[in-house]
């Protein structure tokens, strides 16, 4: 039984691929998908570039803003995704 009082949760992420590319997605259950992308049965491109590494992430109350935020973030440049994650994610710089 689902609890009415609970927030519906959804995610944008990016993630550092084996290859050193970045991938940007959205789900509304991350651990999941992570371990998706991490056995191969997650999007495409990371099935051939795993490992990955989850080094973004933000959380959003609706699935519209988490699509928007993706696109969004898709849209930027290699340099903009790192400047992103180094101010707000995980990892230092010099690590992507």
Known sequence: MKNK???????????????????TGYTN??????????TGKGAKYTKSRIPVRLVYFEIFTD????????????QYSRKQKIELISKNGSLPQHQL
């Not at 009082?5 to 991938?23: A, E, M």
């Not at 259950?29 to 991490?38: A, D, E, I, P, T």
């Not at 519209?64 to 993706?70: D, G, I, K, P």
Request: hydrophobic share 40%.
């Open 29 to 38: 259950n991350l651990l999941l998908r992570l371990k998706k992308h991490q």
């Open 5 to 23: 009082n609970l927030l519906p949760v959804f995610f944008t992420y990016i993630l550092l691929c084996k290859d050193g590319s970045l991938y």
């Open 63 to 74: 699935q519209h803003s988490a699509m928007s935020r993706e696109y969004e973030i898709k």
